[in-house]
């Protein structure tokens, strides 16, 4: 299936700009996913059924170790086709409480020779309502293929002293869709974002986040959802023991590590283009930060790890660094998106080896 990919259809989608390319391939996912039955039945094919390896995190029963990162599908209109591609789950988002444009194009671009993507999006999604109300007439949390995250972000338009109201105002509207909710403040594509890392305002916000998650338990609202904070790779070592003091102090479910960096080092180190970069360039310094959580924590935060996976071996770094569940992105540019199922086949094959 890989090889079909790269035979026929990345030559085509690498003639198109890439956003035009990313447009296509989700309108394609999109109208697959829309055809009744269909993702059940490609999923009955790749689903790896008796070689799936399935994993129970969080509370929630995962097929297989390898999901999609954030990013891709922003407004949860193709999860349900790449679950039947064999993702063991999806996470949606960034969804912001307020619809916006994102950055102006272009602001997406490849790098074929480092098998590396820049991106400076800017969170362009269609507003937090709007993906709920698509969320709600799909399947819900406990009757999907796959584990669902929504990833919500900070809106562009939200003042840093508004952050908090701000991203409650998606969580209110979301979390009853989602499967787990992931709090991104690690995209570079927002100004300011990256400072509600900083340990005071990260506190403040994941603490409000904690509450209104319980509260919705007690009044009977909804059940409460596993909430992870996903983070970015360049954070220093004082700033990550801070961030995990703080996830340990409150109780979090989880880390997703990492986003992508905002570093320009060897063959990027003169690149003048804004964004983050991803793919393989980061996948040492995300298995790093990996490694470390897995060490500070003890290995008792459950870890999802992210950063330049492109095959079995680079997924299985990251497990071996201490993660749990892998999710991948640029690799799927550049390998296909049936890339997840046979990832999720050789490590599975690995394990029972062990
Ligand atoms: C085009 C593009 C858009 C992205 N958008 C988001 C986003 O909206 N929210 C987010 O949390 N991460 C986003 N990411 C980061 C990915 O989820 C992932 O953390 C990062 O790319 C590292 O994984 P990779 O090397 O497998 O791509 C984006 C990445 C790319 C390439």
Avoid at 314 to 328: F, H, I, M, N, R
Wanted: include cysteine; aromatic fraction near 6%; charged fraction near 25%.
């Amino acid at each position: 299936m890989g090889a079909l990919y790269r035979k026929f259809l990345k030559p085509l989608f690498f003639k198109l700009d890439p956003e035009q390319a990313h447009e296509v391939a989700v309108k394609g996912l999109e109208t697959l996913g829309a055809i009744p039955g269909a993702a059940r039945a490609l999923a009955a094919i790749t689903h790896l059924s008796e070689e799936a390896e399935p994993v129970e995190l969080f509370g929630l029963a995962f097929p297989n170790r390898v999901g999609l990162a954030a990013g891709f599908d922003k407004n949860a209109v193709c999860w349900q086709a790449l679950a039947g591609l064999g993702f063991g789950h999806v996470e949606v988002g960034t969804v912001t409480f307020r619809p916006q444009p994102g950055n102006p194009q272009p602001r997406l671009f490849r790098f074929p020779e480092h098998e590396a993507v820049l991106n400076r999006m800017g969170f362009n999604n269609e507003g937090a309502q709007a993906v709920a109300d698509r969320l709600a007439k799909a399947p819900g949390p406990g009757k999907r293929l796959i584990p669902l995250g929504v990833n919500i972000g900070k809106s562009k338009v939200a003042p840093l002293d508004e952050a908090v109201a701000d991203y409650l105002g998606s969580f209110q509207l979301l979390a009853d869709h989602a499967d787990y909710v992931a709090i991104n403040v690690s995209s570079p594509n927002t100004p300011d974002l990256r400072k509600l890392q900083e340990e005071s305002r990260l506190r403040e916000l994941l603490d409000e986040l904690c509450r209104c998650n319980a509260r919705r338990e007690e009044v009977r609202l909804g059940s409460s959802k596993p909430i992870l904070l996903k983070i970015a790779p360049d954070l220093s070592h004082e700033q990550l023991d801070d961030i995990l003091g703080i996830l340990i102090d409150l109780k979090l479910d989880g880390i997703i590590a990492t986003n992508t960096t905002m570093a320009r080092e060897g063959p990027f180190a003169d690149l003048t283009e804004a964004g983050g970069i991803s793919g393989a360039p980061i996948r040492e310094m995300s298995t790093a930060m990996v490694a470390r959580i897995a060490k500070l924590t003890e290995g008792k935060l459950p870890i999802i790890g992210v950063g330049g996976i492109s095959d079995p071996d680079t997924a299985a770094e990251k497990l071996d660094a201490g993660a749990s569940l892998v999710q991948l992105y640029s690799g799927m540019i550049y390998e296909g998106p049936f890339m997840a199922r046979g990832i999720a086949k050789a490590l599975s094959r690995k394990m029972s080896d062990l």
